[in-house]
């Protein structure tokens, strides 16, 4: 206490000087309403500088939450979009309501190759999260891959960098449809075979998936046309193509089941092979 | 002392009286006001109590204020001058020589306008700064604050030299 007071004896002037500032400072405010409404201008200008401050600060550390906030939500549209682009594929006349019989679920990628010519990648869900295998994984620009193996928390899923791997596309602007492999090389590389010559291509087009796989949905854009060949002999165009997602640096990404999946399945069984 | 404490408060009046009455209203070349209130600040004895000093510049520019409708900006800057005025007398007069007692008792002309100079420049930069309180004014607030100053500082020179030929005889 003693010392609490000696110290205001000793810092008399300055308390005594910034007591009465304030003071004229409430009195410049009273009375005139010019300076009321600059210093209320100057302390608005303070106060949302530094709640600026705080506010990035706070959602800097926030950002992790914000992101798988933010992906629980795309999963929901994700699901909503396959929904709308599938609509040729399941068209109904007749206004009954149309099955989309996919469901999304999100993961994130904890390894990835591409380096060799058949490529894995591991996702952070298991059978636990409803994995099973040769379930499609895609991104929000296209695709990944098909998941391979489940164990409880982790799945194994064959890259679409896997020359093994093909998938079936079509045009955008028309039904022509063919396979994409990988050339092997540039992870964003790839071809596109077995479409017939009488469909009439442009540069440029967009590359959609088919839709008869029943790995994936029909309408997930895929990548553009960058050049194409007429192999006259064949009667087939060899289309070289640019994905829109590098398949080497993806992180967040969705799996796809298919509900009919076991039905397509055993109708194909029943097929003459 | 008693008679120091009355030429303080018949000081003090007449200042007031001055400023509100006559310096207020003069509008030199249409803008300048001299602040020849400041005299009071200048000529508190350099040895007494600073508490009080400050307390009775705040007074002093309060009551300014309070007569001539301005906002506080009298008593603001008054107020910091008071505060601010024992390092100016440290600086003007330097730190190991004599520090004279009485601003008007000294001889050293140079360094009295260098105290003068300095402390109605500050506080005429402090005045006009609250009184536009505007970053865009501040062409005007420095025009203002030289130019008064000039004035005031040769109204205050002369009113020293004044007093001190009437305390002389």
Same mark, same amino acid.
């Given at each position: 206490m003693q010392r609490i007071l000696n110290a205001l004896v000793q810092f008399r002037n300055p308390i005594l000087y910034l007591v009465l500032l304030g003071f004229s400072l409430l009195f410049l405010n009273s009375r005139s309403s010019f300076h009321q409404s600059q210093l209320e201008k100057y302390g608005l200008y303070v106060s949302q500088s530094l709640y600026g401050v705080s506010h990035r600060i706070g959602s800097y550390f926030q950002l992790k939450k914000i992101n798988e906030k933010l992906l629980q939500e795309n999963q929901t549209l994700k699901e909503l979009e396959l929904k709308s682009k599938g609509i040729p594929l399941y068209q109904n006349a007749l206004k009954v309501n149309r099955r989309f019989p996919f469901q999304v679920k999100a993961a994130h990628v904890i390894k990835n190759s591409f380096l060799n010519q058949q490529n894995f990648l591991i996702i952070d869900k298991g059978s636990e999260n409803g994995i099973k295998e040769e379930m499609a994984v895609i991104t929000d620009r296209g695709i990944i891959g098909i998941v391979k193996s489940v164990s409880d928390h982790y799945a194994s899923v064959i890259s679409i960098l896997n020359q093994d791997l093909k998938i079936n596309v079509r045009l955008k602007n028309s039904a022509a449809f063919g396979t994409l492999s990988w050339k092997g090389k540039n992870p964003i590389d790839f071809q596109v075979e077995d479409i017939v010559m009488n469909a009439v291509l442009e540069k440029g087009d967009t590359l959609i998936t088919g839709?008869? =796989? =029943?790995y994936f949905p029909m309408g997930i854009p895929l990548g553009k046309i960058s050049e194409f060949e007429r192999d006259v002999q064949s009667g087939y165009y060899t289309i070289s193509t640019e994905l829109f997602e590098d398949p080497s640096q993806v992180y967040y990404v969705y799996v796809i089941e298919n509900l009919d999946r076991q039905e397509l399945f055993e109708l194909k069984k029943e097929l003459p092979q | 002392m008693n008679r120091n404490i009355l030429t303080l408060m018949g000081t003090f009046i007449l200042l007031v009286l001055l400023q509100v009455m006559l310096f207020n209203k003069l509008h030199l070349f249409g803008f300048i006001n001299p602040m020849v209130y400041l005299f009071f600040i200048i000529s508190y004895r350099f040895d007494s109590d600073q508490t009080l000093f400050i307390f009775l510049s705040f007074i002093l520019g309060f009551t300014i204020d309070f007569l001539s409708q301005s906002g506080g900006a009298h008593s603001i800057s008054a107020l910091t001058i008071a505060f601010l005025r024992p390092v100016l007398i440290r600086n003007a007069f330097g730190v190991t020589a004599e520090i004279p007692t009485n601003f008007h008792n000294d001889s050293r002309t140079l360094n009295k306008t260098i105290f003068l100079a300095i402390l109605i420049g500050i506080h005429h930069l402090l005045y006009f700064t609250f009184v536009f309180f505007n970053w865009n004014a501040l062409y005007l607030i420095l025009k203002n604050a030289l130019l008064t100053s000039v004035i005031s500082l040769t109204l205050i020179a002369l009113l020293s030299s004044l007093y001190k030929k009437l305390n002389d005889s």
């Open positions: 839709g008869m =796989s =029943s | -």
